[in-house]
């Protein structure tokens, strides 16, 4: 179901988004350094913007980078494993209610991690309903990524494990001016907020 189908009510009523979800399948196999890999599945689905004369709220993602425990006997500590540096665009209030688009896939060596990391674009913007579009400067994420604290995911070899973040839209989309106010909305600060939800074994 997109977002435009469901009734604008909806839209305000919810808060929180959940942004990727990580479907991580082990595999028994050797990569190059003979160790076994598991394989990395992301998702990206999102909540609606909780306002209802939103219609869009864009961002661009250029790369996804999952990085390594530093104490995992596995993996060595200053490796960093691209998922995909493929750029892609998404409008995030068109993925939410289970709505799911894919973001990325790639075989990692069995151990531990503790970060990911979104690279993003310098691409994000808000459209309201009647047209008008706010450009939004994007921080230090273009430079350094989004950083997203896993405290320790394990990637075994024949086993699954899902990965749920939340993408906080009423935090990451900080409106100046006020909605009610004569002046209306100003234009939005964007300040990227992603944590963990959950993690399913």
Same mark, same amino acid.
């Given at each position: 179901?997109?977002?435009?189908?469901?009734?604008?009510?909806?839209?305000?009523?919810?808060?929180?988004?959940?942004?990727?979800?990580?479907?991580?399948?082990?595999?028994?196999?050797?990569?190059?350094?003979?160790?076994?890999?598991?394989?990395?599945?992301?998702?990206?689905?999102?909540?609606? %913007?909780?306002?209802? !004369?939103?219609?869009?709220?864009?961002?661009?993602?250029? /790369?996804?980078?999952?990085?390594?425990?530093?104490?995992?006997?596995?993996?060595?500590? *200053? *490796? /960093?494993?691209?998922?995909? $540096?493929?750029?892609?665009?998404?409008?995030?209030?068109?993925?939410?209610?289970?709505?799911?688009?894919?973001?990325?896939?790639?075989?990692?060596?069995?151990?531990?991690? =503790?970060?990911? /990391?979104?690279?993003?674009? =310098? =691409? +994000?913007?808000?459209?309201?309903?009647?047209?008008?579009?706010? $450009?939004?400067?994007?921080?230090?994420?273009?430079?350094?990524?989004?950083?997203?604290?896993?405290?320790?995911? $394990?990637? !075994? +070899?024949?086993?699954?494990?899902?990965?749920?973040? $939340?993408?906080?839209?009423?935090?990451? %989309?900080?409106?100046?001016? *006020?909605?009610?106010?004569?002046?209306?909305?100003?234009? %939005?600060?964007?300040?990227?907020?992603?944590?963990?939800? /959950?993690?399913?074994?």
């Amino acid at each position: 179901m997109s977002a435009s189908s469901l009734p604008k009510s909806a839209v305000s009523a919810l808060a929180l988004a959940s942004l990727l979800l990580f479907t991580v399948v082990g595999c028994d196999g050797a990569g190059e350094d003979g160790g076994r890999t598991g394989t990395l599945q992301v998702m990206l689905t999102d909540a609606p %913007f909780p306002f209802e !004369s939103a219609e869009a709220a864009n961002v661009t993602i250029e /790369r996804v980078v999952a990085l390594p425990a530093s104490d995992s006997p596995d993996v060595e500590e *200053n *490796n /960093r494993f691209v998922l995909t $540096d493929e750029t892609q665009s998404f409008n995030l209030l068109e993925l939410r209610d289970g709505v799911t688009a894919p973001l990325a896939g790639e075989e990692l060596p069995a151990g531990t991690y =503790e970060q990911i /990391r979104l690279i993003l674009g =310098e =691409e +994000a913007s808000v459209v309201m309903d009647d047209g008008t579009t706010y $450009d939004l400067q994007v921080p230090s994420g273009t430079q350094t990524g989004v950083k997203v604290l896993l405290e320790g995911l $394990d990637i !075994s +070899a024949g086993e699954e494990t899902e990965l749920t973040l $939340d993408f906080d839209v009423s935090k990451s %989309f900080v409106t100046k001016g *006020n909605p009610g106010a004569p002046g209306g909305v100003q234009g %939005f600060l964007f300040k990227p907020v992603v944590t963990v939800e /959950r993690i399913d074994e």
